[in-house]
């Protein structure tokens, strides 16, 4: 019997694995983030005594032996009192819990405001069906970078992103380093947060945004500053030339195909914002906002038939021979 | 007639779970076979495949048994059948040798091919290559 | 049983909610090229011929999912920059009743595709064939003549004009703003 | 003189104020009083007489020669006055004015040219496709001489924003210049109407189309590209007049060394100094497709010598893609004719919201500013403001608006910038309603008048106000580029354009007259004190310079958009000529059958033109008229 108990409390201990991670509420790795998770433990503790206490009395009462029922009509001055001192009393506790976990809650938010009071770095992400849009905001016009999908950021500093959609609403939510906020078309919604260390967080999109909501995921990636600065001066570069003659084939392919109308490629004729700019697509990670790693194989995936992989996203089918495949997917993998 | 009725339940039962115990290793030691003969007959790991397929695009083209979210229709499915076809590419006999090359440089062979030589390792094209062989 | 067949019969209704449009956002070949040549004139020598018939049109024409689709890239390729929304600009009108390269959707799509000497640039290689069939059938669905339950939605931001299938009469407008 | 009489006003209001005193006086300071009232009423008339021979204000001597007769550039001049000296008709007998001849183009778009008059032959040229007409004043009924058709490319007009028009032709040395709209510019000789040379200087594949007149200083052809709604990079060409290469070319956008910004380079303001601005106040990449279109007008300092051209508004209109100042565009350039080198710059709308094109016409005047001889530049500019500019340096001397402006808040003529109404700001997904001016500005680019007589500027203008909202917009090459949703509605008091006469010496209006639609005509101004303007009614005007009474009014076959001319005919006489056909951006509606439902057609202007369909139909016919 012991051992089942003791089975029973590992089994239910084992979900909790799963709150650590690079995707995960609890397991929080910046102050905005910090603030929330214990908010979380602290409700859910309290709760949990709370619930404890509760069923502690109900099981009491209904062990305790019934005493005989006297007149109900005859008050017992002595016991009515005590009673009624008993319900103001768990009243009281209520009421106290309550507005002491709304003052919690409220002080947490007054944390979280200020964490990017003095935030140096200005991220605008727009969301996109189905995927993010990220600008970096700079005094210097020629300085404002625009990319997709993956936001890098300084660690141990303070960032302002502001949120905003162009299409419907989205909700920005990387669980490791800050809690929800939603995008919403027209509206701008501004959200702080800090890496405390560098680190790879995912994020999703936590709003049902259509067909491939579940497939709209971001990677933010903390850095320390010196290297962040670098990929941010890096990524303002133009794009690389075409280095083969199949790459070169697949930059004029680029540029007579479907592609130049949507997607944009710094330094050359495409200059579509309504997809991902692509300038440094193969520097990033993933591709299809978090879908697939990157890879050769993976871009010609992606590119020979992105309704097989996401289906329903934006990105149509083209007709290409293998040829026009490959020196698309050259060029691409050469933009770094 | 109780206990008659509860001998033959039991009796039932008894080689019911016998057959499914023989299946089982029947099929665990077919795959074993079926494995180590793929990985010997590729020099690769087949247990190792999964993952690198599914970071290299693979997965993205084909439909690969065994291969989360493999539901590719680019390419053609990459199953059972596999290991009884004749060409590999339609240009090359099926042979571990050759599959391994059409696997790391199918554009060498044939530069029209939509199949992009996907610039991995030979030690994963070999891993990759065993695991589709041991799908039979 | 008197009482049980209404209770069925609900049933099979609700079983058949089941049934789900198959959005087929993948190239359907197997649905016909949808090339065949559409005369921009009525006039053929030689008396009246067969109107063409193509698979394509049909399964675009009244497709709500197209006709959502197409008005989402009568936007985003920019075809919203010369002829508005439907109302004409640098481009000719869309929403009235006059087509200067004929109404049929394989017309429209022709002038899309290959585009018209006096400005309509052509869209070939540049637009996959398939978002040439749902911006032709967009096109179409502005002057109000595809069905109500698949009329792409009103533009709900500055309410420049009704949907597509509520448009009023041009002749009942108000004459002076 | 003008000394003498302000101490004689102030002289006469003192006894004004004497005379209610007067009761109480004695006789002789009576006497005196009225000998010092007598003596300040001479003096007055005399001021008063003394005032045309010796205006305050008039165009440098240089660029306004005197009158010949003929009208060899649309501009009438260098100082772009569009005054004619010639007097036969006046306010008192314009009103028997009538039809010497008229003449079908042949082209039902939007007639925005102005004829030109060389010698005994008038020369129109005609919207897309681009024909020039020579017409012999000297016989009877002005007879056709020759027509020279350059058949530009038809697919031109998919990316001519805003109809087909042409803004008119230049003569220079026995030769036509004019631009067709697929981007070439062509020389074609007065006489036999045989081409000389043709350049090709627009893509079309990119959205270049050319619209403007061209401007023949020093033996250069000057030519501007148009497209800020394609995402075209404006620039501004120099082609030799005698074989049309390109001697150098200044973009609006980009790196000094192609905006042709050097070591001359001296901006009046600080927010105009730094190094390539043309980039760095940009987002990456955004200023190669960032508009700044030179397609309006150019005037010519031949003292200073100096050319003065605007840049169009930066592409696209939603500002949200283009964060910062977008150095060059909504400004004017003072540069060197010779080299294309930049003197001076200043930014009318910097970061522009609303598409403010800063390429309307400019006049050069010398005048006294504040007690000072100023060389000045007068400019009605599309946000609102008259702007007075001193034409060496770029200062803003005033900055007044002449309509209801509430974009903006005034210029600081300090820093000289435009102070943007924060409540009007657009962006991406947010509807901002009753923007004044609108997109096509408080005044777009049909041109004023000034006369040097009465001091006056008369600008034809619109009184229009819109609601914007910024939409999703995507860059593809040759196609348009704008993301922006406007509708527009008529302004303050319901009239939706006007006439204003602005009193340059005093920066306020002299006298105002109220149009139902848009005056989207050109204005011309006379001697004889008469001011001739059309309507898109199709009304072709004639009022008092003066006090702006109605003399004289002609209906024309379609709506006015065209720039009227005077000129002497070979008998001596005096004419006045229009081409007459309803079009460009305000007459899009008609020319090009916009479907009025659809408020944001024709970039907005069709919501406010809808009833101009039941007014006018296309047309293109040239109006000459003269005195019985």
């Excluded at chain 1, 680190?199 to 709209?216: L, T, W």
Aim: aromatic share 8%.
């Amino acid at each position: 019997m012991r051992r089942i108990w003791v089975m029973c409390g590992a089994a239910s201990i084992l979900p909790l694995a799963g709150c650590s991670g690079w995707q995960s509420a609890l397991d929080p790795k910046g102050p905005a983030a910090g603030e929330l998770a214990w908010l979380i433990w602290f409700f859910t503790a309290l709760c949990t005594l709370v619930w404890l206490l509760v069923m502690i009395a109900l099981i009491m009462t209904l062990i305790r032996r019934a005493r005989p029922i006297g007149d109900p009509l005859v008050l017992d001055a002595t016991s009515e009192r005590h009673k009624t001192r008993i319900v103001f009393a768990a009243l009281g506790a209520t009421a106290v819990i309550l507005i002491g976990l709304t003052l919690l809650s409220f002080f947490a938010n007054r944390t979280l405001a200020v964490i990017g009071s003095d935030a140096a770095l200005t991220i605008r992400v727009t969301g996109h069906q189905w995927w993010w849009e990220v600008r970096y905001e700079n005094s210097q016009p020629n300085r404002i970078l625009t990319t997709a999908n993956e936001i890098h950021i300084p660690a141990g500093e303070p960032v302002r992103f502001i949120l905003t959609s162009t299409d419907v609403i989205h909700s920005f939510w990387v669980p490791n380093l800050a809690g929800k906020l939603d995008l919403i078309p027209g509206h701008e919604n501004v959200l702080d947060l800090k890496a405390d260390k560098p680190g790879v967080y995912r994020g999703q999109c936590a709003e049902f945004c259509g067909a491939q909501h579940a497939n709209m995921s971001t990677f933010v990636i903390a850095e320390p500053r010196p290297i962040f600065d670098a990929w941010l001066n890096d990524q303002l570069r133009p794009a690389a030339p075409p280095a083969s003659p199949e790459a070169k084939a697949g930059h004029d392919l680029f540029l007579k195909r479907p592609c130049v109308m949507c997607h944009k490629i710094g330094g050359t004729m495409a200059g579509g914002s309504v997809a991902p700019d692509l300038t440094h697509v193969a520097s990033r990670q993933t591709l299809a906002a978090g879908t697939l790693t990157m890879s050769r194989g993976n871009l010609a995936a992606w590119i020979a038939d992105p309704q097989g992989i996401k289906p329903g996203a934006y990105m149509p089918v083209v007709d290409l021979n293998g040829d026009e495949l490959n020196a698309i997917v050259a060029y691409l993998e050469g933009l770094r | 007639m109780r206990s008659d009725l509860s001998r033959l339940v039991f009796g039932t039962s008894a080689i019911v779970v016998l057959a499914i115990l023989a299946a089982l290793t029947w099929w665990l030691q077919r795959t074993d076979r079926v494995i180590r003969e793929a990985n010997n007959a590729t020099g690769g790991i087949a247990t190792r495949a999964i993952s690198i397929m599914m970071a290299n695009g693979c997965a993205g083209c084909h439909t690969i048994t065994g291969v989360p979210g493999a539901h590719g229709l680019v390419g053609p499915r990459l199953d059972a059948t596999l290991a009884t076809k004749v060409y590999v590419g339609g240009v090359l006999s099926n042979n571990p040798e050759n599959l391994i090359r059409w696997i790391r440089v199918a554009r060498e062979i044939n530069p029209h091919t939509a199949m992009p030589s996907t610039g991995i390792s030979e030690q994963e094209a070999r891993d990759i290559a065993a695991y589709l062989y041991a799908l039979r | 049983m008197n009482r049980c067949l209404p209770l069925l019969l609900f049933a099979m209704l609700a079983i058949a909610g089941c049934q789900r449009e198959e959005r087929d956002t993948r190239p359907q070949s197997a649905l016909g090229s949808g090339k065949q040549p559409t005369p921009v004139t009525v006039l053929t020598p030689g008396g009246e011929r067969p109107s063409p018939s193509d698979n394509k049109a049909a399964a675009f024409e009244a497709n709500a999912f197209h006709l959502s689709q197409g008005k989402r890239l009568f936007n985003w390729f920019n075809c919203s920059g010369c002829h508005a929304n439907g109302g004409g600009g640098m481009g000719p009108a869309l929403m009235d009743k006059k087509w200067i390269y004929g109404g049929a959707i394989e017309s429209i799509h022709a002038t899309i595709r290959d585009g018209r000497p006096n400005g309509m640039p052509s869209f070939r290689d540049r637009v996959p064939d398939d978002q040439i069939w749902e911006l032709a059938a967009f096109v179409r669905s502005l002057s109000g003549n595809v069905p109500s339950s698949a009329a792409p939605g009103r533009d709900d931001d500055m309410m420049v004009h009704p949907s597509e299938n509520r448009l009023p009469n041009a002749a009942t407008l108000g004459k002076s703003p | 003189m003008k000394q003498v009489q302000q101490v004689a006003v102030k002289i006469w209001g003192a006894c004004q104020r004497g005379y209610k005193a007067m009761a109480r006086i004695d006789g002789r300071t009576k006497l005196g009083m009225i000998g010092w009232t007598l003596l300040a009423g001479f003096a007055l008339v005399a001021g008063a007489v003394a005032q045309p021979a010796e205006p305050a204000i008039r165009p440098p001597a240089a660029a306004a020669p005197l009158d010949d007769g003929q009208w060899t550039m649309p501009a009438k001049n260098y100082a772009s006055t569009r005054y004619s000296e010639l007097a036969e008709i006046t306010e008192d007998n314009v009103k028997t004015l009538q039809v010497a001849f008229t003449f079908s183009t042949g082209v039902n778009k939007g007639q925005e040219a102005a004829p030109l008059v060389v010698g005994d032959t008038i020369y129109i040229v005609t919207p897309f496709p681009n024909i020039l007409y020579a017409l012999d004043l000297a016989r009877p009924g002005a007879p056709m001489k020759w027509k020279f058709e350059p058949n530009p490319e038809p697919a031109a007009q998919g990316v001519a924003c805003c109809d087909v028009v042409n803004r008119g032709a230049a003569f220079s040395n026995g030769r036509i210049y004019f631009n067709t709209l697929d981007g070439h510019t062509i020389a074609v000789d007065a006489a036999t109407g045989k081409p000389v040379w043709n350049t090709h200087i627009g893509n079309i594949n990119i959205g270049e189309t050319i619209t403007m007149a061209p401007l023949i200083v020093k033996g250069k052809v000057l030519v501007g590209n148009s497209g800020g709604e394609m995402g075209v990079r404006g620039w501004i060409k120099a082609l030799d007049a005698g074989d049309g290469h390109v001697m150098w070319t200044a973009y609006s956008t980009g790196p000094d060394a192609e905006v042709l910004i050097g070591p001359d380079f001296t901006p009046h303001y600080d927010m105009d100094k730094g190094k390539d601005l043309g980039v760095t106040s940009w987002p990456p990449d955004a200023w190669k497709i960032g508009g700044g279109n030179v397609w309006g007008w150019i005037s010519y300092d031949p003292d200073l010598d100096l050319i003065f051209h605007g840049t169009g508004n930066p592409g696209p209109w939603n500002p949200d893609l283009r964060p910062g100042d977008n150095k060059w565009t909504s400004g004017i350039f003072a540069r060197d004719p010779d080299t294309g080198n930049a003197k001076w710059f200043y930014q009318w709308t910097p970061h522009d919201l609303h598409d403010y094109d800063g390429i309307n016409e400019q006049v050069l005047l010398d005048m006294t500013w504040q007690g000072k001889p100023r060389k000045v530049l007068v400019r009605p500019e599309r946000n609102g403001y008259v702007y007075l500019l001193d034409r060496t340096t770029g200062e803003v001397l005033s900055a007044v608006p002449f309509g209801p402006v509430n974009s903006s808040k005034g210029v600081d003529l300090k820093t000289g910038r435009l102070i943007v109404n924060p409540e009007k700001e657009t962006s991406t997904g947010k509807v901002v309603r009753n923007i004044c001016p609108t997109a096509s500005g408080l005044k777009d680019w049909q041109p004023s008048a000034f006369s040097p007589k009465t001091g006056l500027l008369y600008i034809p203008h619109n009184n229009l106000c819109m609601d914007e909202e910024g939409v999703e917009v995507n860059y593809i090459a040759g196609t348009p580029y704008v993301g922006m949703n406007v509708r527009m509605i008529a302004g303050p008091g319901g009239h939706r354009g006007a006439f204003t006469a602005w009193d340059v010496a005093a920066a306020k209006p002299a006298w105002i007259l109220k149009e139902n639609f848009p005056v989207w005509s050109g204005a011309v101004v006379t001697a004889g004190n008469v001011v001739f303007y059309g309507t898109m009614e199709g009304w072709f005007k004639a009022v008092s310079a003066t006090t702006g009474k109605l003399l004289w009014q002609f209906k024309t076959s379609s709506g006015i958009i065209g720039q009227p001319i005077t000129y002497r005919g070979p008998d001596g006489h005096q004419y006045v000529a229009i081409l007459s056909g309803v079009g460009g951006w305000a007459g899009a509606i008609v020319s090009g059958d916009l479907d009025p439902r659809d408020a944001t057609a024709a970039l907005g202007f069709a919501n406010v033109m809808k009833d101009l369909k039941d007014v006018t139909t296309p047309g293109g016919t040239l109006y000459v008229f003269r005195l019985p």
